[in-house]
């Protein structure tokens, strides 16, 4: 698959949405695009499913030509889409079945692989049922069942576990990897850094139109700054946030300290903490970057915390993730 300059702008948009995109998934490979809300992911992939029309660009999809020939293109991926695009008033088995009629497969075929790919994805006993009486994480099953009945090359799966239990993600996590192993190349869009570092040999970080960064997740996470990078939960109490960074900065092998967001883990501010004192009974958060051994300057952390009266909530000792490398590139700010 590879798309090659790819421009979307929207009518009455001022700014493109994709703005010049370019890369390559080559075949069997696992593909993560990442970035914050309205980065252009899925106008990516909406071109790249023949959904939307780009402004500019080429792109090919299992060696056709995407432009001069969409209905052979379709022929040849397949798409799970983040929305219940399943026909309701189907049962499960009659969905897939509709969908091998669409791609024009014969009638014993569409219903051999239709219950081929429910016994693979272990719903070969609701196969009567109607959709809607299938838990979420059943019908994501569904829906990447039917993705596959036409057997594409190149599977596109916008937010492959949104929603779905640990058992289900799990579950859906294999079928993915077993796609790989069988040379199918698979295209996910994804929020969640774990799973873009747990499944994709590479990722695309995308950000106001534009691919900022494309590479494996190791490499990424490899330009990061050498170093480990130490969580604390303090109750500050009258010590306050900012006494206490300052504290922290200076104990040695601390080469900086950040104030944290609680839920996002976005920062409130760089170098020494200045972020306003927490006032709800929550403990205040901070991210330490040490490049020596951790475990002393942890020890004297705590020495630290400790000495000024303040009690430590929670510690986490951690090397620098893909959230990391994604924070750094795309900012705290919210979109
Ligand atoms: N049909 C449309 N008409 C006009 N503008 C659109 C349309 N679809 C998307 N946009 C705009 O294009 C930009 C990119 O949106 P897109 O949905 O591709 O981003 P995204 O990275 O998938 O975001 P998210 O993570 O929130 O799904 C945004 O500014 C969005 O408002």
Do not use: W
């Amino acid at each position: 698959m590879t798309a090659r300059g790819l421009v979307k702008v929207y009518p009455k948009r001022d700014r493109p949405a994709v703005d010049g995109v370019s890369f390559a998934v080559p075949r069997g490979e696992v593909f993560g695009l990442l970035g914050p809300n309205g980065a252009g992911k899925t106008t990516t992939i909406g071109v790249l499913t023949t959904r939307v029309v780009p402004t500019r660009g080429e792109a090919r999809v299992g060696g056709v030509d995407l432009m001069r020939d969409g209905a052979q293109a379709r022929r040849v991926l397949g798409v799970v889409s983040q929305h219940n695009n399943l026909d309701r008033g189907l049962s499960v088995h009659q969905n897939l079945v509709m969908h091998g009629l669409y791609h024009g497969l014969p009638r014993r075929e569409r219903r051999r692989r239709a219950d081929a790919l429910l016994e693979e994805m272990g719903l070969a006993d609701r196969a009567g049922d109607r959709v809607d009486h299938l838990s979420g994480g059943q019908q994501q099953r569904v829906k990447i069942a039917r993705s596959l009945l036409h057997e594409p090359s190149v599977l596109f799966v916008d937010e492959p576990s949104t929603g779905l239990d640990p058992q289900s993600r799990l579950f859906v996590y294999d079928k993915l990897t077993e796609l790989h192993e069988r040379g199918v190349t698979v295209v996910i869009t994804t929020h969640d850094m774990e799973e873009a570092a747990r499944l994709c040999d590479r990722v695309g970080i995308m950000d106001r139109g534009r691919l900022i960064a494309l590479d494996t997740p190791a490499a990424l996470t490899a330009s990061l700054p050498e170093g480990t990078h130490l969580d604390l939960a303090v109750d500050v109490g009258t010590v306050g946030a900012r006494q206490l960074a300052k504290a922290l900065a200076e104990c040695p092998g601390v080469e900086s300290v950040e104030q944290v967001e609680p839920a996002s883990g976005g920062r409130t501010g760089t170098g020494t903490a200045g972020g306003s004192e927490e006032d709800d009974g929550a403990p205040t958060r901070f991210r330490l970057r040490t490049e020596a051994d951790p475990t002393p300057v942890l020890a004297a952390v705590l020495q630290v915390i400790g000495g000024l009266g303040c009690e430590v909530r929670d510690v986490g000792v951690r090397r620098p993730s893909l959230e990391d490398v994604f924070i750094g590139l795309t900012g705290r700010g919210i979109r």
